[in-house]
């Protein structure tokens, strides 16, 4: 019995590079571009749960513009067998409701057991994607794992959450988000370069996915941003070196703003 | 006047102190209607009363408890549909925002998460967010259907507003997802005695400088003396120095204190979209050149295993 495994990457503007809007308030996507970090995570998860399958088949699929083919070839080149890239200048400033809407209906293009996904994406970090493809594929949601494992057709996990640690089950299909503590991923060998090349990497457009145009980009969006202004640089502080004093000083300090 | 649902974050009835905060907010934009799942209610009522709920809807289930997310994603639309409220208010926890994000979905409306700040406006709440590790605050709003928002902790301090508190059962029926994924058993996190991170005023946070999980005890030793919360880069939670539970920063938590003190920490961006919206930020560091010294208030380049013990001692003695 195969089992078929779809993951989710997102292509994002470097972090450690300056961030900022153009000028219709969507984010710049100008800058140079990477796969999510985050989601690195994702597609390692998928290449381990699948090496330890009899037969298993992982797809990536991204949604975004021409260069985030930068990001599949990168999970290809990790192990991923094939790849799904849906480009279409419509979906360009869609929101987390279009986008789920535009990934769900890719995930049942391509066919599925379990979906998986990143923590959260390192640009807009709203980490709600994964609950809302849950919710429009109407299958369990097991997300924000710090441990994952597949077994006969049931995925477990481990959820750290803010009061307690949760051990979570689900029957399969369903879609799992799996965080950066579930285990460092793997670096690309030489000879998963060369075969990433030659791996398949469909394109899909709206159209094929039977979506309506205004049912993404800022017209199926269901906000609206209204201003955004750089935070004032912080007012530089006063930094001093110690010299035996230093603690001293800085109760002083502490003490001034009724902190002590 | 219009009703603004506030989803309560309890432990068994006890109200977490961000839900305080929703309400302060909610009592900005309509009469703040809670709504209280699992066990609890009553002693919660009181609390939430004092704090502006002038009604308090409960359903208790053993599958809130029993399986994640989605049967709590049920009650909540079935308080939507009972109330017709002008907005949703939920607290910016992991679950809170997967919990609201669903609902949205569901009501087709829009969704705003991490609020920083909430304000009335003519089309609806104005919504502060702080983006890009705290490089912009955007304001936004919701263009379509009942606005579903989740709040950071510390967006507002809690003010009292005596309200009648009354609570009232809400009947709920559970979908074909309530039961998806079951919570097959919960190990509850030790309670450290400290304040809880997102919630406290102060945190002391050690990074790789601290260098090693004994040497900890200086880092909780100034945070006892200040009352504070303690915290920890991502370099000394992968070394197994301190729990994850406790990481500041991009995934970890993100913390807003009155102060955020920051020992051996270098200030990488990914640790500074965690903290960098504390209201006074204060960091030992023997590299002058560590980028954390581009936030603070007050810095000093020492070694902290001089000035951290000297910083407690100090601060003790201050205390009297
Ligand atoms: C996708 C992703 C997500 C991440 N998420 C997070 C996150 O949530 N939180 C987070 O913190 N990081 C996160 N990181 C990691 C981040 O990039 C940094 O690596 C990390 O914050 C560094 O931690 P640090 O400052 O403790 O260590 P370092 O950068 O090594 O800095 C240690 C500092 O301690 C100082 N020091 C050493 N000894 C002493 C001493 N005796 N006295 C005084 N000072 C001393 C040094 O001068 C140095 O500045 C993430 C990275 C990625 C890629
Ligand atoms: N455009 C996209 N294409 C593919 N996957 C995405 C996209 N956006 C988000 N995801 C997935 O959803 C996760 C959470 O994203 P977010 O809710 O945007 O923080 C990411 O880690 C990815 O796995």
């Known amino acids: 019995m195969s089992l078929k495994i779809v993951v989710c990457v997102k292509y994002v503007p470097d972090a450690t590079g300056d961030r900022g809007f153009t000028e219709d308030l969507t984010t710049d996507r100008e800058s140079e571009g990477l796969l999510s970090e985050l989601d690195e995570y994702a597609v390692e998860q998928?290449?381990?749960?699948?090496?330890?399958?009899?037969?298993?088949?992982?797809?990536?699929?991204?949604?975004?513009?021409?260069?985030?083919?930068?990001?599949?070839?990168?999970?290809?080149?990790?192990?991923?067998?094939?790849?799904?890239?849906?480009?279409?200048e419509d979906i360009v400033g869609s929101d987390v409701f279009a986008t789920s809407l535009v990934l769900a209906k890719a995930v049942e293009h391509v066919g599925y057991d379990l979906v998986v996904c990143g923590m959260a994406?390192?640009?807009?970090?709203?980490?709600?994607?994964?609950?809302?493809?849950?919710?429009?594929?109407?299958?369990?949601?097991?997300?924000?794992?710090?441990?994952?494992?597949?077994?006969?057709?049931?995925?477990?996990?481990?959820?750290?959450?803010?009061?307690?640690?949760?051990?979570?089950?689900?029957?399969?299909?369903?879609?799992?988000?799996?965080?950066?503590?579930?285990?460092?991923?793997?670096?690309?060998?030489?000879?998963?370069?060369m075969a990433a090349k030659k791996k398949p990497v469909e394109s899909l457009d709206l159209e094929d996915l039977d979506i309506e145009t205004e049912q993404v980009g800022p017209e199926g969006s269901r906000t609206k941003v209204e201003s955004a202004t750089p935070r004032p640089a912080r007012t530089a502080g006063e930094v001093v070196t110690d010299e035996g004093d230093g603690a001293e000083k800085l109760a002083a300090f502490l003490a001034e703003r009724k902190f002590v | 006047m219009a009703e603004v649902l506030v989803l309560v974050d309890h432990l068994e009835g006890a109200v977490r102190k961000p839900t305080l905060e929703l309400l302060t907010l909610a009592r900005r934009l309509g009469d703040p209607v809670a709504v209280h799942l699992g066990p609890g209610a009553e002693s919660a009522a009181a609390t939430l009363g004092e704090h502006g709920a002038t009604r308090v809807l409960a359903a208790d289930a053993p599958e809130f408890a029993d399986y994640l997310v989605a049967p709590k994603v049920d009650a909540l639309q079935a308080a939507v549909e009972a109330v017709s409220p002008a907005v949703v208010l939920v607290s910016s926890s992991p679950e809170g925002k997967e919990i609201a994000a669903r609902l949205a979905l569901r009501t087709?409306?829009?969704?705003?998460?991490?609020?920083?700040?909430?304000?009335?406006?003519?089309?609806?709440?104005?919504?502060?967010?702080?983006?890009?590790?705290?490089?912009?605050?955007?304001?936004?709003?919701?263009?379509?259907?009942?606005?579903?928002?989740?709040?950071?902790?510390?967006?507002?301090?809690?003010?009292?507003?005596?309200?009648?508190?009354?609570?009232e059962e809400l009947s709920v029926s559970f979908g074909p997802l309530a039961?998806?994924?079951?919570?097959?058993?919960?190990?509850?996190?030790?309670?450290?005695?400290?304040?809880?991170?997102?919630?406290?005023?102060?945190?002391?946070s050690g990074g790789r400088g601290v260098n090693g999980a004994e040497n900890f005890a200086l880092i909780e030793a100034l945070a006892d003396s200040l009352g504070g919360a303690v915290g920890a880069s991502r370099a000394a939670v992968d070394a197994g120095w301190y729990p994850h539970s406790h990481q500041?920063?991009?995934?970890?938590?993100?913390?807003?204190?009155?102060?955020?003190?920051?020992?051996?920490?270098?200030?990488?961006?990914?640790?500074?979209?965690?903290?960098?919206?504390?209201?006074?930020?204060?960091?030992?560091?023997?590299?002058?050149?560590a980028p954390i010294f581009e936030l603070v208030d007050y810095g000093i380049v020492g070694d902290l295993f001089d000035v951290v013990p000297a910083l407690t001692e100090q601060v003790n003695t201050r205390k009297g």
């Not at chain 1, 994406?121 to 709203?126: L, N, V, Y």
């Not at chain 2, 200030?267 to 903290?275: E, F, K, L, S």
């Open chain 1, 46 to 88: 998928a290449l381990r749960i699948a090496e330890d399958a009899d037969d298993a088949e992982v797809t990536v699929v991204t949604a975004g513009p021409e260069d985030a083919n930068d990001a599949l070839r990168k999970a290809l080149s990790m192990g991923a067998d094939k790849a799904v890239h849906i480009e279409d």
């Open chain 1, 121 to 193: 994406s390192t640009d807009g970090a709203m980490g709600v994607l994964p609950a809302l493809l849950a919710e429009r594929l109407q299958v369990p949601q097991v997300t924000l794992l710090s441990e994952v494992s597949v077994a006969e057709g049931k995925v477990t996990g481990r959820r750290d959450g803010d009061a307690a640690t949760e051990r979570l089950q689900a029957a399969l299909p369903a879609v799992v988000s799996v965080t950066d503590q579930s285990g460092e991923a793997r670096y690309p060998s030489f000879k998963g370069i």
């Open chain 2, 108 to 167: 087709e409306s829009g969704l705003l998460t991490d609020a920083v700040d909430i304000a009335a406006g003519d089309e609806g709440p104005v919504v502060s967010q702080s983006v890009f590790a705290a490089a912009y605050t955007t304001t936004s709003r919701v263009t379509q259907g009942t606005p579903v928002i989740t709040v950071k902790p510390n967006a507002v301090t809690p003010e009292p507003a005596q309200a009648a508190g009354t609570v």
């Open chain 2, 179 to 204: 039961t998806g994924t079951q919570v097959v058993s919960r190990t509850p996190r030790e309670s450290t005695g400290r304040p809880e991170l997102t919630e406290a005023a102060i945190v002391v």
């Open chain 2, 248 to 289: 500041v920063g991009q995934t970890g938590k993100t913390v807003s204190p009155q102060l955020y003190v920051a020992a051996g920490i270098s200030g990488a961006i990914q640790h500074r979209a965690g903290m960098q919206t504390s209201k006074t930020i204060v960091a030992i560091n023997k590299d002058s050149d």
